[in-house]
């Protein structure tokens, strides 16, 4: 483990995990965008009342910005998971 672990993977999962942090601690903005894309499916899907808008997109767009954002969160802690795997080799046998 020595010659092939390097601990810097460690410092940059913690990187890693800011950039989550950094929209997990004030989700205010894809809390907004699920929103809104909640109202726009609703009069689409449900037939529900039109909700006024400012913003001038397509469904089909904000749900790609929306998934685009996740899917770089679950990289990054998919990159996270990777980073720290081989250190439960170390794990000592319990016989």
Known sequence: ?????DTTH????VDDLDTVR????????LRADLLRLHGMAH????????SATSVDETITELAADIEAELESMS???????QRIRPLLTLTPDDG
Do not use: H, K, Q
């Open 1 to 5: 483990m020595r010659a092939t672990f």
């Open 10 to 13: 460690l410092l940059r999962a």
């Open 22 to 29: 950094a929209v997990l601690v004030d989700p205010d903005e």
């Open 43 to 50: 009069t689409l899907i449900n037939g529900g009342a039109l």
């Open 75 to 81: 990289a990054l802690l998919l990159t996270i998971r």
